[in-house]
């Protein structure tokens, strides 16, 4: 199993790189020297205990947060490098190609389903009109633009099945509805990295697995890689190649699935463990760090 | 059958009754609360003396109102509701076929406005109409105008701006200053007055960019009065209160409108009047009413209009996209502070003096009830509170008829800001999101369906 996690790291390509990530909020110390690696085109999960700061790591690395330590760098198909936490939040959806969706669903609720996702193709749109000023005269690139940005909008409803809601108010829609619609908007701004915070959140079974279709077809046809925060495990071990487990700010396992499902650090920091056994679990993850750091050497 | 129609003939001779014992007790408040307010005033006389008058009349009028609205209220109005109510509960949603009225509503008044001086001077004469123009056409039109431009900031940015006067006085100060100063022509500082109130919309977005809800309102109410503060107090430049006077009237292709022989009377060989002028100020001003409605209409199908629109409804989810919010923020303040510009340079050509007095928080506040009664984001909406709230003001005036009622003392417009607040205060009741609450969407795959005011946010600054 360790020597399987280290092979990954060797072979895959990381696309997203957090490196002693420190996050303290006056007192608290939210998160505290994580660092882990997300790898191009696999779907990678970030789990842990209600308050383990998995969102506060999610908000760093989508700007909204300025870390208090630590480098993030994203690094595109393309090879270009940007250290997000120097970007402000904007720039990275815009530049960076780091797209996000939010755990309390962030929908223009007043404006219809097709309308946000247009407003996803914001930068592009703004480019084609010549920063509105050749849009206002009428100039033919604006239109040729806006009808490609609403074919990528009628795509992403298809893949989200939004299609038959498109002119409806995106309030108006049910709660799993408005789920995939974040993602089909997140999906429209192009990203290469997309951070879903907790998408299964609030869904019923047929739904959920609805999202891990959704999320699966996202990988294949566009290549994006996912990373995801989530309490759902069928979610989690199903379509996840990778996970990342926090707790108290602090990683204490990250390999595949089968890996951390087995961890003893993990069962114990999300079950607990009864007093007497707790030092059976030290013994156990001793030894387990121990053969790790043989086959690393 | 007759049991039936027992019942409803005892029904309606029940509500009557009860009609009557409400209308009664109505009436018994009234004069309890009013007897000492209406029935007796004290005046001074000449030597200071107290002296009480007796207005049993005038309390027996508000006595009888209010027993006649109450009644008129439980009789008729509060069972008619009642059956419409459950009427449109029994009905199945039937889909509105929309009336040829209603579809080109847009087209039939412009078609009406600009007809409008033409119809009037043939109704009252060449110099009844001045009235008619410029008082309720020129003056609706700037608040439609005004409005419009605040629209951007508040109705799609969801910016709440209680400074927005302050616009409108760089607009009408540039005109009337660089006029004076240099001379220029109507024309050319027309654009001008918009470019340095688009500047000073800037000026004000930059500092208040962090700032949202009610924080926001108090610092741009704060930027409105340093305007007027300014305006009063820089004496060398802008003569504080006296105000600039003799501002250059707007020409027409270089023809003036006045008396001399090259005037525009003489050259269409028409009497002397002084209507020419304010009917080519009238469709001026319909003119630039109709270019920042074409500009919003359009912005709104633009990406910064959705991205505008996009910010009124969550700020965050925005910044997830890529979009720049102070950008869009910026630009927000700056096109509605360019119409605002605009609109007082206007203000400025037709006034012919402009003083800081026109630019009190008032108006501010006005422009705002505007916006928010016409209902946010929406122009026809607008449009039409527009004319209400400003035509109706300029109602009062004419209604002299009244004084035959309260004594020849009653002037009506004194009692304008009361009614104002009234008719606010039912209409919110009435229509909470403003004349019209639903929005239109700017971009459809099937069919435009509006989007239910219920959805629609206010914004959070």
Redesign the interface.
């Known amino acids: 199993m360790a020597l399987e996690t280290t092979t990954m790291t060797m072979t895959q390509d990381p696309i997203l790189k957090v490196e002693h990530l420190s996050m303290r909020f006056g007192g608290l110390m939210a998160i505290n020297d994580f660092s882990f690696e997300a790898y191009r085109g696999d779907i990678t999960a970030l789990i842990g205990p209600n308050g383990a700061g998995k969102t506060t790591v999610f908000n760093c690395i989508t700007g909204f947060y300025k870390p208090t330590m630590g480098m993030i760098t994203m690094k595109q198909q393309s090879g270009k490098e940007y250290l997000l936490e120097r970007l402000p939040d904007f720039e990275i959806t815009k530049h960076a190609k780091v797209a996000r969706t939010f755990q309390n669903i962030r929908m223009f609720s007043g404006m219809t389903v097709l309308e946000n996702l247009l407003v996803a193709q914001h930068n592009k749109l703004m480019l084609a009109s010549g920063y509105t000023v050749l849009g206002l005269l009428g100039f033919p690139a604006y239109r040729q633009a806006s009808r490609e940005a609403t074919e990528l909008a009628k795509h992403w409803l298809e893949k989200a099945s939004l299609m038959d809601r498109a002119d409806d108010p995106a309030g108006d829609l049910p709660y799993g509805a408005q789920r995939r619609l974040e993602i089909a908007r997140a999906m429209c701004t192009g990203p290469e990295l997309l951070c879903l915070d907790e998408p299964a959140a609030g869904l019923n079974p047929r739904e959920s697995h609805a999202l891990n279709e959704l999320l699966q077809g996202i990988r294949s046809d566009t290549g994006t890689s996912i990373l995801l925060i989530e309490h759902d495990m069928s979610v989690v071990m199903e379509i996840s190649d990778h996970v990342v487990v926090l707790e108290y700010g602090q990683k204490i396992s990250d390999g595949t699935p089968d890996f951390v499902k087995n961890d003893p650090r993990v069962i114990a920091a999300y079950l607990g463990v009864e007093d007497e056994e707790v030092e059976q679990v030290i013994e156990q993850i001793e030894e387990i760090e121990g053969g790790q750091g043989g086959t690393k050497q | 059958m007759a049991n039936i129609a027992s019942t409803t003939a005892s029904a309606g001779t029940e509500v009557t009754a009860r009609a009557l014992r409400e209308s009664v007790f109505a009436g018994l408040i009234t004069l309890g609360l009013f007897v000492l307010f209406v029935g007796l005033k004290t005046d001074q006389n000449i030597r200071n003396e107290l002296i009480l008058t007796q207005r049993w009349g005038l309390l027996a009028i508000f006595v009888i109102i209010a027993m006649v609205g109450r009644f008129l209220m439980v009789a008729y109005v509060q069972p008619r509701l009642a059956q419409r109510k459950a009427e449109k509960a029994a009905a199945p949603e039937v889909a509105k076929e929309e009336s040829f009225f209603s579809r080109n509503f847009s087209t039939i008044a412009i078609a009406a406005l600009i007809l409008y001086p033409p119809v009037i001077v043939a109704l009252t004469g060449v110099q009844g109409s001045l009235k008619w123009v410029d008082n309720f056409g020129i003056q609706i039109l700037i608040y439609v105008m005004l409005a419009w431009g605040l629209n951007i900031v508040v109705g799609l940015a969801g910016l709440l701006d209680l400074g927005y006067v302050a616009f409108y006085a760089v607009g009408a100060y540039s005109y009337a200053l660089l006029s004076t100063y240099l001379g220029l022509s109507f024309w050319v500082l027309l654009p001008v007055a918009g470019l340095l109130a688009a500047c000073w919309g800037v000026v004000l977005g930059f500092p208040v960019l962090r700032l949202r809800g009610d924080y926001l309102a108090i610092v741009t109410l704060a930027f409105g009065e340093i305007i007027r503060l300014v305006l009063i107090n820089w004496t060398e430049v802008t003569k504080g209160t006296f105000g600039v006077s003799g501002i250059a009237k707007a020409t027409l292709f270089g023809i003036k409108f006045d008396a001399s022989k090259d005037g525009f009377a003489a050259l269409m060989g028409l009497p002397i009047s002084s209507v020419y002028y304010k009917i080519f100020l009238f469709y001026l001003i319909l003119g630039l009413c109709l270019i920042t409605a074409f500009?919003t209409i359009?912005?709104r199908r633009?990406?910064?209009g959705?991205?505008w629109?996009?910010l009124?409804?969550?700020e965050?989810?925005?910044?997830?996209?890529?979009?720049?919010?102070v950008t869009t923020k910026l630009?927000a303040f700056a096109m509605g502070a360019m119409f605002g510009g605009i609109a007082g340079s206007f203000f400025a050509v037709r006034q012919g003096f402009v003083s800081p007095e026109s630019f009190v928080f008032l108006e501010s506040a006005v422009i705002l009830a505007i916006v928010v009664l016409g209902g946010m984001g929406s122009l026809t909406g607008i449009a039409i509170a527009a004319i209400v709230m400003i035509g109706g003001t300029e109602i009062l005036r004419e209604l002299t008829f009244m004084k035959l009622i309260f004594g020849p003392n009653f002037t009506p417009e004194l009692y304008r800001m009361l009614i104002f607040g009234l008719a606010m205060v039912v209409v919110m009741v009435w229509k909470p999101r403003g004349f019209v609450g639903s929005?239109e969407?700017?971009?459809?795959?099937?069919?435009?369906?509006a989007?239910?005011g219920s959805?629609?946010?206010e914004g959070h600054g």
């Open positions: 500009v359009r912005m633009m990406p910064i959705r991205a629109e996009a009124r409804e969550d965050i989810a925005c910044r997830s996209l890529g979009i720049n919010t630009t929005r969407p700017t971009a459809f795959l099937r069919e435009r369906k989007v239910s959805f629609t946010k």
